[in-house]
């Protein structure tokens, strides 16, 4: 059994930051992909930001430059930078591990953390 746990949401004003971290924890072989989701109220999830297990990175339009997705192998945690907030970056953010036990790949998700960017 894998475990992630998430933490940093909260209410941020327009133009603040916040840093949320996604660890990862349980029966871990090794992780390759990681990512961060958002969903909005009355919206489908959507990719916000992807990693490899090599460093190779991908972002959605809406939060390129603002936002930087990077992990720390050692660890099996995955963070996410978010400069520049925005109020249509209010979500509820999911972090996402495919994760290697037993010879298999596995899609892992945490619980979600709320983001909410408003004055």
């Known amino acids: 059994q894998v475990q992630l746990v998430e933490s940093g949401g909260g209410l941020v004003q327009p133009g603040g930051s916040l840093r949320l971290s996604c660890a990862a924890s349980g029966s871990i072989f090794s992780i390759n992909d990681m990512g961060w989701y958002r969903q909005a109220p009355g919206k489908q999830r959507e990719l916000v930001a992807g990693?490899?297990?090599?460093?190779?990175?991908n972002y959605a339009d809406s939060v390129k430059g603002r936002f930087t997705i990077s992990r720390d192998n050692a660890k099996n945690t995955v963070y996410l930078q978010m400069n520049s907030l925005k109020p249509e970056d209010t979500a509820v953010y999911y972090c996402?591990?495919?994760?290697?036990?037993?010879?298999?790949?596995?899609?892992?998700w945490g619980q979600g953390t709320q983001v909410t960017v408003s004055s």
């Open positions: 996402k591990a495919v994760v290697v036990h037993s010879l298999y790949e596995y899609d892992y």
């Open positions: 990693i490899t297990s090599g460093g190779s990175t």
